[in-house]
């Protein structure tokens, strides 16, 4: 420690796990789903400091999301005789708990089991199942969704990806953004329009399995991200793609099947977003209690006691969103539109906790060690991803009052 004036302090300790839980929300989770999320925060401290360098450096690594698999934590919540059955709780757990340890990581698990995973075990054929379902559990075949294109984000409905039958099989040609693991080596669900005129599918929505050693098939990571830096997105040219006729997932026929997977994986999102708030709120209470200005701590000043008070408000009300999303999940009963408010709700309160406790830590709170810029900057990527904050109040605007107002 420095003995120069003005200069007592080196560094804070803010990352200390806290377990904040004020109303009690997680105290009865079952053993089972504890054994699970257990295994979140083993696989958490392992990775220690890592993910702070590869955010700095803009590198994804990849034996992290392997290790991921490893340990079986790709399942989130999928029901399949193949897979390790986890309770929606217990998924949703491990997403909160990896997301507060890394954003980056957090989003690998949203790609590779919410996402990758998922389609394949809900539409994929007895053949693609074997072939792919336990690699991809097993972090050992890196699985990507490609729904989005450069011209369809929001309005993925009017995808413009086409496949055309040729001879006995299929040819893709299109273009698709944002793809997690989509330049990874590994396997890519491609969704896309049937273009056969006369025909019984004709303008259907379908999804493809697309290996991208592929000719024709090139991902190109996306460069300059101030975002979730610690994973990779590509961009994929799809150049005449040949594929065998049994590359189609049998169970997909319309954007309905896409919309399926996506009203899961939004779930996942508000969870990941309170693993966010949980941080960036326990790193600003650690500081305000380790901080002099004016000859006390941070902790003894009132206005900094409201404003953790307003952190600890908006990431209590985001855990009773969580809990009941879970348990709504696990009856049967949770509706796509409850999902969506579970997002609208927490990656809105997620962002302000966010940018509050940066606030809180001063010019300390911009720098990586400190944690709180990573999961502000990350937040920003959850907020729109799996539908934008907009898109969330369309759809529960249409619950609402019966009528659509996207166009
Ligand atoms: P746009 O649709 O262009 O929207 C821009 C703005 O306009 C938004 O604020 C939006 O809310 C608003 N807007 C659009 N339409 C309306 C409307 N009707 N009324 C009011 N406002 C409107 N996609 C995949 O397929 N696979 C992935 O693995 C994947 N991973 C991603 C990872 C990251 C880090 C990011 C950033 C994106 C990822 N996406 C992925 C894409 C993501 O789902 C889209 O970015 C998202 O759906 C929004 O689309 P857009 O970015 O094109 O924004």
Not at 121 to 135: C, E, I, N, Y
Not at 220 to 249: E, N
Not at 270 to 298: D, K, M, N, V
Not at 313 to 327: K, N, P, S, W
Request: charged fraction near 20%; glycine fraction near 10%; proline fraction near 3%.
């Amino acid at each position: 420690m420095s003995t120069l004036p003005g200069e007592t302090t080196a560094a804070y300790e803010v990352t200390r796990r806290l377990d904040t839980d004020y109303y009690a929300v997680f105290a009865d989770v079952p053993d089972a789903d504890r054994a699970v999320w257990d295994r979140a925060r083993a696989f958490v401290d392992e990775v220690g400091d890592r993910m702070r360098d590869a955010w700095d450096t803009a590198s994804y690594p990849l034996d992290l999301a392997a290790r991921l698999g490893e340990l079986d934590l790709y399942n989130d919540g999928i029901d399949h005789p193949d897979l390790t059955r986890f309770s929606p709780l217990a998924a949703g757990l491990v997403t909160m708990e990896v997301s507060r340890g890394d954003g980056s990581l957090g989003t690998v698990i949203a790609v590779q089991g919410g996402l990758a995973l998922r389609t394949l075990a809900l539409f994929g054929s007895d053949q693609q199942q074997r072939r792919w379902l336990r690699p991809l559990a097993r972090g050992e075949v890196f699985g990507a969704f490609a729904l989005t294109e450069p011209d369809h984000g929001s309005d993925s409905v009017s995808l413009a990806t086409v496949a055309r039958r040729d001879g006995d099989g299929w040819m893709l040609r299109g273009a698709k953004k944002w793809i997690g693991n989509g330049a990874s080596g590994g396997i890519t669900f491609v969704w896309a329009r049937v273009d056969a005129p006369g025909g019984d599918d004709h303008d259907a929505v379908r999804c493809f399995l697309v290996e991208q050693s592929a000719h024709g098939y090139t991902g190109t990571v996306i460069t300059g991200k101030a975002s979730l830096r610690g994973i990779h997105q590509a961009h994929i040219a799809l150049d005449d793609v040949h594929l065998p006729a049994d590359a189609v997932l049998p169970g997909t026929h319309s954007f309905a099947d896409a919309s399926t997977v996506l009203s899961s994986t939004r779930s996942g999102v508000a969870w990941s977003a309170l693993g966010h708030a949980t941080a960036c709120y326990e790193a600003a209470l650690q500081y305000s209690q380790q901080r002099i200005q004016f000859g006390r701590p941070l902790a003894r000043f009132q206005m900094v006691q409201e404003r953790l008070t307003r952190m600890l408000d908006e990431l209590t009300a985001m855990q009773l969103y969580c809990r009941r999303l879970a348990e709504l999940d696990a009856s049967g009963a949770l509706r796509p539109t409850q999902a969506s408010l579970a997002k609208h709700h927490n990656t809105r309160a997620a962002r302000r906790v966010a940018a509050t406790a940066r606030d809180l830590l001063g010019g300390n709170g911009i720098l990586l060690e400190n944690t709180v810029m990573q999961h502000l900057a990350d937040i920003e990527a959850i907020h729109t991803y799996e539908g934008t904050e907009n898109i969330q109040a369309l759809l529960i605007g249409r619950d609402l009052t019966g009528v659509s107002a996207f166009t």
